[in-house]
């Protein structure tokens, strides 16, 4: 398994990639920044999964809490709105 | 010396002009046919007038002006004219830009607008629940598996994927894996369905 780059509570920037195939990563958080809010373990790569390669390492997986505001410009709800994206750590780096 | 506007060439030192004709591409002529239909020359509604397209491409910087192609320089001048009569406002056009230029797939569809969604359960159909069953049954044999199966589905055109229902598209992906997987050919597939049409 890869080890853990990152712990709850760190800050951290979802590329802003485009690569085909079948990514998990949702278009709208791509280059959003948030905050671990939990490992959620790790797990073969969906990705590789996908291209019928096995996908090992296991890839570890990230609950990240971004602010609602942060995501959407016209966002009118309340300025403490979050919203969690569960992320593989290849998609993030240090914020 | 009194501006002259960069595209204002006439009587400029300049290169040898090569009276080639060429053929137009399709885009060109579709910006051609678009630019003419919005000036209102067809008896269609006007939304800018051809002199307001024509500033616009010459208020293009000459950096911009030099390294475009002709109809190039006619679709941002074209967009630039429905920016500033209101039509569409330049963050709606960078934004639907950037859909194009970062290519979202079509099923991607999070903070997309769309309908109101309707919470209401249903009974499953007997092909659906086997299609269920066999996917998840195919995955559990190793032959196959569910990041495949969503590969299949978000590979799927956009025409296609919107005209299925959810488990139309489940039978293709898992046609189209089983395919990929060498489980079965495109050949017996299509022979197959075939017979049965």
């Given amino acids: ?21 079948h990514i998990r990563t949702p278009h709208y958080i791509r ?34 809490r971004f602010l609602q505001k942060n995501i959407w410009p016209d966002y009118a709800g309340s300025p ?10 290849h998609w993030l780096e240090p914020a | ?40 020359q067809k008896g269609t ?12 491409i010459e208020s293009l910087p000459p950096a911009a002006y030099d390294s475009m192609a002709y109809y190039e320089k006619w679709i941002v001048a074209l967009s630039q004219c429905m920016v500033q009569r209101g039509v569409v406002t330049g963050e709606e056009l960078a934004r639907k830009m950037q859909d194009v230029l970062f290519m979202r797939q079509h099923h991607d569809m999070g903070g997309r607008p769309a309908g109101k969604v309707e919470p209401t359960e249903h009974d499953y159909e007997e092909w659906e629940r086997r299609v269920d069953a066999l996917s998840v049954l195919l995955g559990s044999r190793k032959i196959l598996t ?14 296609a994927y919107d005209a299925m229902s959810y488990y139309e598209r489940w039978t293709a992906a898992l046609a189209q894996t ?3 997987r060498g489980v079965i050919t495109v050949e017996e597939l299509a022979r197959k369905m075939n017979e049965r049409s």
Avoid: T
């Fill in chain 1, 1 to 21: 398994m890869s080890e853990a780059r990152f712990k709850p509570g760190e800050r951290v920037k979802v590329l802003k990639a485009y690569p085909p195939g």
């Fill in chain 1, 31 to 64: 280059g959003c920044v948030g905050e671990v809010e939990r490992i959620c373990g790790a797990f073969p790569n969906p990705e590789e999964l996908a291209q019928m390669r096995d996908g090992l390492p296991p890839q570890p997986l990230y609950r990240v």
């Fill in chain 1, 80 to 89: 403490s709105d979050v919203l969690e994206v569960e992320i593989y750590q």
């Fill in chain 2, 1 to 40: 010396m009194i501006g002259r506007r960069h595209h204002d060439m006439g009587g400029q030192p300049g290169a040898k002009v090569e009276p080639l004709e060429h053929d137009y591409a399709d885009w060109e002529r579709r910006i051609d046919a678009m630019a003419v239909l919005l000036w209102g």
């Fill in chain 2, 45 to 56: 509604r006007k939304l800018f007038s051809v002199d307001e397209h024509r500033n616009a």
């Fill in chain 2, 146 to 159: 569910v990041d495949e199966r969503r590969r299949a589905i978000e590979s799927l055109p956009p025409d």
């Fill in chain 2, 178 to 180: 089983l395919i990929q």
